[in-house]
């Protein structure tokens, strides 16, 4: 069992910055992937940005294209963390924000932080 629980949530304006940060405890050795994802309200929950933390691809990045060149996912290993570094956040940013921690077959999601930009 992997436990994840975000931070860093809260309200910015137009052009603001937020750090993100997921806390991974538990069963964390077999954590291949970390990643963050968002959801609004009638909307399916979307992959924003990923980090491969696996011996063999670590340090691989994925992000989304609404959030190239604003966002930046990073990993701590010693401190079993993952943060999400949002700059020049727009409305459309407004969102929960989950950490997903992905073993071989079984992911693991923390309970959401909100993100609102207002303008």
């Known amino acids: 069992q992997v436990y994840l629980v975000e931070s860093g949530g809260g309200l910015v304006q137009v052009g603001g910055s937020l750090r993100l940060s997921c806390a991974a405890s538990?069963?964390?050795?077999?954590?291949?992937?970390l990643g963050w994802y968002r959801q609004g309200p009638g909307k399916k929950r979307a992959l924003v940005a990923a980090?491969?933390?696996?011996?063999?691809?670590?340090?691989?990045?994925y992000y989304a294209d609404s959030v190239k060149g604003r966002f930046a996912i990073s990993a701590d290993t010693a401190k079993n963390a993952v943060y999400l570094q949002m700059n020049s956040l727009k409305p459309e940013d407004t969102d929960v924000y989950f950490c997903?921690?992905?073993?071989?077959?079984?992911?693991?999601w923390g309970q959401g932080t909100q993100v609102t930009v207002s303008s």
């Open positions: 997903k921690a992905e073993e071989n077959d079984i992911d693991y």
């Open positions: 538990g069963s964390i050795a077999r954590i291949r992937a």
């Open positions: 980090i491969s933390v696996d011996i063999t691809s670590g340090g691989n990045t």
